[in-house]
T-cell receptor, first 112, second 116 residues
Framework: TQLLEQSPQFLSIQEGENLTVYCNSSSVFSSLQWYRQEPGEGPVLLVTVVTGGEVKKLKRLTFQFGDARKDSSLHITAAQPGDTGLYLCAGATGGGGNKLTFGTGTQLKVEL | GAVVSQHPSRVICKSGTSVKIECRSLDFQATTMFWYRQFPKQSLMLMATSNEGSKATYEQGVEKDKFLINHASLTLSTLTVTSAHPEDSSFYIC????????????FGSGTRLTVV
C-alpha cells in the first residue's frame, strides 16, 4: 500500500507569514498533484509536477517535486486568509488514468 | 475546462434504506471514474474505480455488495449505498479524467450523506 504522509497536519498562522507543507512517501510516483479543498466541496487541482527536481510557481505558491519523485513540498509566501483550506497531495503511478493516492492532508488556517 | 457534476449535494436517509449518488462528466467522456469517501478533517480514501461497460474495481476493505457502482455510459457513474447505516454517513466524492490529459483529474463537488 502506497502511503503519502503530509506534515504538518494542522497549521495556524498569521496573515503575511510564510509556510511550507511537506508530502513524503517511500514509493516513487510518475506524477504528483497538489489540491486545495474547501469545506463541503471537492478538491481543486493546483498543480501537477512530473519531473524529478521540477519546481513550479503559481503566484505565491511554489511547488517542488523531489529528485527521486518520492516527495514534494508546497511553499506559500505571504499567506492570506483566502489561502485557508485543506491542502492535499496526491500521487499517481503509471500512465494517465491510474488512480490517485491521496496524502494525509494539511489543514491550513490563516488569520488576520 | 472539464466539469464533473455530482448529485445530490446533500441527502438524509433512514437506516436500512438505499441512496443513489450520480456523477456525470458534462463536457467529456470518461471511461474511468473514481469514487472516494472522506471523513471530517481527513483525507480522501479511494473506494473503487468505476469502469464503463465492466465491473468496478474495489479497494481492499470496501464491500462491493454494500456500495454498488454502475458505469453504464461514458458520462455517468452511480454509487448506491445499500441498506445504509449511521456509520455510512460521510462525504462521498467522485472524479473523472478527461481523455488526452494524462494528469487531468476533475472532481465533483461531493455528496454529504447523513443516515439517521
Amino acid at each position: 500500500t502506497q502511503l503519502l504522509e503530509q506534515s504538518p497536519q494542522f497549521l495556524s498562522i498569521q496573515e503575511g507569514e510564510n509556510l511550507t507543507v511537506y508530502c513524503n512517501s517511500s514509493s516513487v510516483f510518475s506524477s504528483l498533484q497538489w489540491y486545495r479543498q474547501e469545506p463541503g466541496e471537492g478538491p481543486v487541482l493546483l498543480v501537477t509536477v512530473v519531473t524529478g527536481g521540477e519546481v513550479k510557481k503559481l503566484k505565491r505558491l511554489t511547488f517542488q517535486f523531489g529528485d527521486a519523485r518520492k516527495d514534494s513540498s508546497l511553499h506559500i509566501t505571504a499567506a492570506q486568509p483566502g489561502d485557508t483550506g485543506l491542502y492535499l497531495c496526491a500521487g499517481a503511478t503509471g500512465g494517465g488514468g491510474n488512480k490517485l493516492t491521496f496524502g494525509t492532508g494539511t489543514q491550513l488556517k490563516v488569520e488576520l | 475546462g472539464a466539469v464533473v457534476s455530482q448529485h445530490p449535494s446533500r441527502v438524509i436517509c433512514k437506516s436500512g434504506t438505499s441512496v443513489k449518488i450520480e456523477c456525470r462528466s458534462l463536457d467529456f467522456q470518461a471511461t474511468t471514474m473514481f469514487w472516494y469517501r472522506q471523513f471530517p478533517k481527513q483525507s480522501l480514501m479511494l473506494m473503487a474505480t468505476s469502469n464503463e461497460g465492466s465491473k468496478a474495481t474495489y479497494e481492499q476493505g470496501v464491500e462491493k455488495d454494500k456500495f454498488l457502482i454502475n458505469h453504464a455510459s461514458l458520462t455517468l457513474s452511480t454509487l448506491t449505498v445499500t441498506s445504509a447505516h449511521p456509520e455510512d454517513s460521510s462525504f462521498y466524492i467522485c472524479s473523472a479524467r478527461e481523455p488526452g490529459l494524462n494528469y487531468g483529474y476533475t472532481f465533483g463537488s461531493g455528496t454529504r450523506l447523513t443516515v439517521v
